[in-house]
């Protein structure tokens, strides 16, 4: 019983938290946010990417540890689109999104049983599941 009513605040928690970066976030975009995009992700988004596309990753409530990461490929950019990497390798995140990945890694990750992108060495992420897609983060 305490295990579901922990998950219940924390759940809570992160909502409130949500709400309060995005109030900050919509008012002003902080320069100082930023993410990396490592070799491997710019080598695939080169292969993939001829048409014009970039990579869009967004920050979404869910997932089993809280907040999960979301790729996309996408063409259109959004005024709050913050740009990383190169013209024909280009990874685009939103100022909210930024706001829980700040100082990450984007990476591209290729091994026998799947390949795909993947954010690497979160600094504001607590603890992530297994699979690398959900993460909570440090409060």
């Known amino acids: 019983m305490a295990f579901l009513l922990r998950q219940v605040t924390r759940t809570?928690?992160?909502?409130?938290?949500?709400?309060?970066?995005?109030a900050s976030a919509s008012t002003s975009a902080n320069p100082e946010l930023s993410?990396?995009?490592s070799e491997s992700c710019m080598k695939r988004l080169r292969e993939i990417c001829v048409d014009g596309?970039?990579?869009r990753v967004t920050v979404e409530g869910g997932g089993c540890s809280g907040f999960q990461y979301?790729?996309?490929?996408?063409?259109?950019?959004?005024?709050?689109?913050?740009?990383f990497g190169e013209e024909q390798a280009k990874v685009v995140i939103d100022?909210?999104?930024l706001?829980?990945?700040?100082?990450?890694?984007?990476?591209?990750?290729?091994e026998l049983i799947r390949a795909g992108f993947r954010m690497v060495a979160?600094?504001?992420?607590?603890?992530?599941?297994?699979?690398g897609s959900s993460f909570s983060i440090k409060l």
């Open 12 to 22: 809570g928690l992160q909502r409130n938290l949500i709400l309060m970066r995005h």
């Open 35 to 37: 993410v990396q995009v």
């Open 53 to 55: 596309s970039f990579l």
């Open 70 to 83: 979301k790729f996309d490929l996408d063409k259109q950019l959004n005024e709050d689109d913050r740009q």
């Open 95 to 97: 100022n909210v999104s």
């Open 99 to 110: 706001e829980y990945c700040s100082g990450a890694t984007v990476d591209y990750h290729s």
């Open 122 to 131: 979160n600094p504001l992420a607590e603890q992530g599941c297994s699979c």
